[in-house]
């Protein structure tokens, strides 16, 4: 009975990190939403995209129904086929996408606190080391960097992968081979990400290992045509199980090509990295700024997971140096430590000087460009050597069993944080974002069309830092909206971008939109333009225009942006992009996304500052030859320049020399 009651000590520690890390994050009531309107919302595009393929609500897995007309587009980032089927669930039992999601997250956590612990108390028989270190695994607040990318949290075949490998490579069992294989397969079917980088520690594991160990029992023992046999069937299983799945990803790479290592390097940990914070973190907030402008691409960088992990790995270090651990005990230690050092050694950035590129040359590894979640695997060779460091060091000072019994309450105090310092988002407020862009599609749509390209045309945002995220949050929406729609559309966010679709997704108007189409071989008069203004366009152009002066226009970006005609060429932020509609309106957009708008109130003057578009911000075009027009405001007055301020006004009755623009376009 007695041996039986320690066991409420990890089932305490699992609800103690629901509650402190998804369940704080979501809320009580389920109201938040992990990380931003961006990765977030595109994984559950996916597990989405997964469920209506398994209820045969869609018939082709592999071309989801964005980035169109481009085929094989679920390849261009992770899948998440291997727990489809638990999101896949939720959505069959009647939570609705975003619910599912959570719950889905919600497993993920608790499967990866199960998983872990059954691997290290199989490995060390010790219960409260093995809960210390699921907790660590589970709920560390490592996790917290890594809310914005969920994709890595399906990882809960990882700590028992490693302990098969270990089994294999320590018992020279064949079946441990073969369950570490399938795990690893199930790995990859999780996220290729993450099975790349188990593959990355298993490496340095197994080197560790052969180093401190040898391999003579191996060549004893497997050098014999039945076991090369045995293994070589092991391999060829594995090769046909994971075929399906890597075929679409050899496709993407042969198109595309592999990343370049420049593009990866910033995201190698530095040593500062492994000792940066959450600013969420409750204990460790202090050590949440130190790297910030210290490392490029500093955000994904906050590794620290606590602590208690650097506390084993002191405790390895002393056993290994003081000698009062037997020989076998230290030389165990030794080869974790060796383990630890490897992994993290071979994805170090020293200055821009790292051993990773030889991981990069490795087939698979140049996929990826976010080395920084090589962490989410490399931690586990940090809790093994924590929980055997503690477990050698109680053999040799007993009372250290007492201390360990506090352990379980110190981890969790440890990995203390403030969930309104997360980075998260309302739910519900995405929801309705999705809702008001499924209507404008389902009141413009025209079933003639195979597709939709939302463009929308009022996207000013008042933190220009935050420009980038709003076009990322503007095409998940459009995205999710028509996938409800069952409507292929152009919009799209994922982890490669073909061709010169960043042109359209940064600047959606006809030309960009034309060249996408053109580098698919697709004629773009199938594709319907659905906008946010409610009216039918005929065109959207960028164009610079030239006054009667011969001086080109600029928008100035002052605290009250005029329109003036006095540039002798124009930079690349004075041009303007104009959309037509059917009855000869226009709207003009300056570079700065506000509209051009005719105060009426003070002399017609024109000012680029309107964040929505009305009355005040339509001009109707009068054209005059191909390529002159003739601007005529809301107040029924035409523009023209002023011929000393050169200011443009919406003040003359008739159409002269002055109100004359020639229109340039890109």
């Not at 608790?110 to 108390?121: D, G």
């Not at 695997?377 to 940090?382: R, S």
């Not at 195979?450 to 000013?460: G, Q, S, V």
């Not at 339509?618 to 023209?640: D, H, M, P, Q």
Request: aromatic content about 18%; some cysteine.
């Amino acid at each position: 009975m007695k041996h039986k009651l320690i066991y409420v000590i990890p089932f305490l520690l699992l609800l103690v990190g629901l509650y402190f890390m998804p369940i704080a994050v979501f809320e009580s009531n389920l109201s938040k939403m992990p990380g931003d309107l961006g990765d977030t919302r595109f994984n559950n595009y996916i597990l989405e995209h997964g469920h209506k393929y398994l209820t045969g609500k869609i018939d082709n897995y592999w071309d989801a129904p964005f980035l169109y007309p481009y085929k094989n587009v679920t390849a261009l980032s992770d899948n998440l086929l291997g727990t489809l089927p638990i999101y896949s669930f939720f959505r069959g039992i009647g939570a609705d996408r975003e619910t599912a999601f959570q719950f889905w997250l919600l497993t993920l956590f608790t499967l990866n606190f199960i998983f872990c612990f059954i691997a290290l108390n199989k490995w060390s028989a010790n219960v409260i080391l093995s809960s210390v270190g699921a907790y660590i695994f589970a709920f560390s607040i490592y996790n917290l960097g890594q809310l914005d990318h969920v994709q890595v949290f399906p990882k809960f075949i990882a700590p028992l992968v490693i302990y098969w490998f270990w089994k294999f490579i320590s018992e020279t069992k064949i079946k441990y081979f073969l369950f570490a294989s399938l795990g690893l397969i199930y790995q990859f079917y999780c996220g290729m990400y993450l099975a790349f980088m188990l593959t990355y520690v298993l490496l340095f594991f197994g080197i560790a290992y052969f180093g401190i160990y040898g391999r003579q029992s191996w060549h004893n023992k497997f050098w014999n045509k039945r076991s090369i046999a045995y293994l070589s069937s092991i391999v060829i299983l594995s090769v046909f199980i994971l075929l399906p799945l890597i075929r679409p990803y050899l496709e993407v790479a042969g198109s595309m090509g592999m990343r370049k290592f420049d593009a990866a390097i910033n995201s190698i940990p530095t040593f500062r990295s492994y000792f940066f914070s959450s600013d969420a973190s409750s204990v460790w907030r202090f050590l949440s700024n130190h790297a910030i402008g210290k490392i490029s691409e500093w955000w994904g960088h906050r590794l620290f997971f606590g602590a208690t992990l650097w506390l084993g790995l002191i405790v390895g270090v002393y056993l290994v140096i003081s000698k009062r651990a037997s020989f076998e005990s230290r030389k165990y230690i030794y080869f974790l430590l060796s383990a630890v050092f490897l992994a993290v050694i071979f994805c170090l950035n020293f200055n821009g000087v790292t051993l990773y590129k030889f991981i990069f040359l490795l087939p698979g590894f140049s996929s990826m460009r976010a080395i920084d979640r090589i962490i989410n695997l490399e931690v586990l060779l940090f809790i093994i050597l924590f929980v055997f460091s503690f477990a050698k060091l109680q053999e040799v000072f007993p009372r250290v069993k007492y201390f360990i019994f506090v352990l379980p309450v110190l981890v969790v105090v440890d990995n203390l944080f403030d969930a309104n310092k997360v980075k998260r988002f309302d739910k519900q407020m995405s929801q309705q974002r999705i809702a008001d862009v499924k209507n404008r599609i389902k009141d413009q749509y025209d079933s003639k069309y195979t597709a939709i390209a939302y463009m929308p045309f009022l996207t000013h945002v008042e933190n220009e830092s935050d420009g980038y995220l709003h076009t990322v949050a503007i095409q998940l929406d459009a995205m999710t909206a028509a996938q409800e729609l069952n409507v292929p559309c152009v919009n799209s966010y994922t982890g490669f971008d073909p061709g010169n679709y960043l042109n359209f997704f940064f600047d959606p108007r006809d030309k960009t939109l034309d060249e996408w189409c053109e580098f698919n071989q697709y004629k773009s008069s199938q594709i319907q333009h659905i906008n946010d203004l409610g009216k039918k366009e005929v065109s959207r152009k960028k164009i610079n225009l030239v006054a009667h002066n011969n001086k080109f226009l600029t928008a100035v970006q002052d605290a009250e942006p005029l329109v003036y005609a006095n540039r002798e060429k124009a930079a690349a932020w004075e041009n303007f992009i104009m959309v037509r509609f059917e009855n000869g309106d226009c709207f003009i957009k300056a570079s700065t996304n506000f509209l051009w708008s005719a105060e009426i109130g003070k002399e017609g003057i024109v000012v680029a500052s309107k964040s929505e578009a009305g009355e005040g911000e339509t001009f109707r075009i009068v054209e005059l030859n191909n390529t002159t027009i003739a601007f005529k405001a809301a107040n029924g007055l035409y523009l023209s320049v002023d011929s000393i301020s050169l200011n443009v006004f919406a003040r003359s009755s008739v159409i002269g020399p002055t109100e004359l623009f020639k229109v340039i376009e890109f």
